[in-house]
């Protein structure tokens, strides 16, 4: 793909702001996702839970973020309306994660982060789609890993660590779910004024019947081509590895190694700021010297990071090395957007990411974390991260099927026959 029909009738400019937009935007998703694992230490201590809790909270998420994510951007594919429905998500999962703080019980917070998944999930794929079509080749990668693994890194894992850990300290766990909702309404209004949507030529006004004979023939489509097979097993491991550090390491670096809840914080946003860098650092380098190499060299290291949850005491070691190996969150656009968007046609993106995201999701973030929660009950927290060093190696083997798709190598290719 070169430039996009969008991208060349809206310009660099258009392509700036709503890089800015959905940065932020997504940035809002993976900060209130990843909340409760920051706070759940004193959510515990004040509802009375366990690991096995933890584990299946952070699964109802990811199982309906899963469905969610597939079905609705696969609906606005087929029916050609992305914009109106990501304002409508945005604004679904800011009430719902204030509703979180007001739980009274497991099952009450259970139902809450469930209701969240199902208004997060479609956010994802709605913002490559739209970023994709806005994006020149050149930056394509680029441009997809700020908005994908930048943004969730900058947002989820720096900022959240001290911010929620501070609100729970002076104000309670439930003000920090209470405030957290504050930003998507803003963005919300922003991206229904100033974002164009994506043109898409098929079945915009066609009835209901005809829109699902239209999903399920782009589901066949996609699943015809080997990198989206291939990117579907690497999506499934490679979320797990990310779902079982994301929530069990705030637990285990508080009850296993004995930090201090302010100190876990820390430790946390050093992962944080590995997300935001390698999250456009791995894509950017893939614009240079191909996905392929990028994924297979960036899933080898990251397998080295849960492995230094372990094995480090010392809070200060542990976060220079989970600061040079936590690669994979890099990795996670290359497979999950951009690799999708640049081997579908373009009418099918918002259906490609969501497929493998949505498959991801079930088997990564619902069935991993559960299991692990179970197996850390029973043999101790470090075998959860035994769990996420197989994910990312098996993430790395499958990489080296994948077909080559960035557009600098095709060109080079091309060239050479």
């Not at 700036?16 to 993976?30: A, P």
């Not at 019980?105 to 139902?111: D, I, N, Q, S």
């Not at 439930?174 to 898409?200: E, M």
């Not at 959860?384 to 077909?403: E, H, K, Q």
Request: hydrophobic residues 55%; glycine residues 10%; positive net charge.
């Amino acid at each position: 793909m070169g430039m996009s029909p969008i991208a060349a009738r809206t310009g660099l400019s258009y392509e700036n702001r709503l890089l800015t937009l959905l940065f932020f935007t997504f940035g809002c998703v993976f900060f209130d996702r990843l909340a409760i694992t920051f706070l759940f230490p004193s959510i515990a201590t004040e509802l009375g839970l366990t690991n096995r809790h933890l584990g299946i909270l952070s699964s109802v998420l990811a199982l309906t973020w899963a469905v969610f994510g597939f079905v609705i951007p696969a609906v606005c594919d087929a029916r050609g309306k992305r914009k109106s429905m990501l304002v409508v998500a945005i604004l679904a999962f800011s009430v719902l994660s204030a509703c979180s703080g007001l739980a009274g019980g497991f099952m009450a917070l259970l139902l809450t982060r469930a209701m969240m998944g199902v208004a997060e999930g479609p956010v994802l794929p709605l913002s490559q789609a739209l970023m994709a079509s806005a994006s020149g080749g050149a930056r394509r990668g680029l441009n997809m890993g700020l908005l994908q693994g930048s943004a969730a890194g900058l947002f989820g894992s720096v900022l959240a660590p001290p911010i929620v850990v501070a609100i729970a300290q002076t104000m309670g766990w439930r003000s920090a779910f209470y405030v957290s909702c504050v930003p998507g309404l803003v963005l919300a209004a922003l991206i229904w004024k100033y974002v164009q949507d994506a043109p898409v030529e098929r079945l915009a006004q066609a009835g209901h019947a005809a829109a699902l004979r239209e999903i399920r023939s782009a589901v066949r489509h996609v699943l015809g081509y080997r990198n989206i097979r291939i990117c579907l097993v690497i999506g499934c491991v490679y979320i797990a590895w990310f779902i079982v550090i994301v929530s069990f390491a705030p637990t285990f670096l508080v009850q296993g190694k004995h930090f201090s809840a302010a100190t876990m914080s820390w430790v946390m946003s050093a992962i944080g700021v590995a997300h935001v860098f390698w999250g456009f650092a791995v894509p950017w380098i893939s614009d240079r010297i191909g996905r392929k190499p990028a994924m297979v060299a960036f899933s080898a290291v990251s397998i080295l990071a849960p492995l230094c949850l372990i094995y480090v005491d010392s809070p200060l070691l542990l976060g220079i090395f989970l600061l040079l190996s936590y690669t994979g969150l890099g990795c996670f656009t290359i497979f999950m957007s951009t690799i999708p968007a640049e081997t579908v046609p373009a009418s099918y993106m918002s259906t490609a990411i969501g497929i493998i995201m949505g498959v991801g999701e079930i088997a990564g973030g619902f069935v991993a974390p559960t299991a692990a929660g179970y197996v850390a009950d029973l043999y101790g927290l470090q075998m959860a991260f035994w769990i996420a060093a197989v994910g990312a190696a098996i993430a790395c083997i499958m990489s080296l099927f994948l077909t080559e798709t960035a557009p600098r190598q095709l060109t080079q290719a091309r060239e050479v026959l």
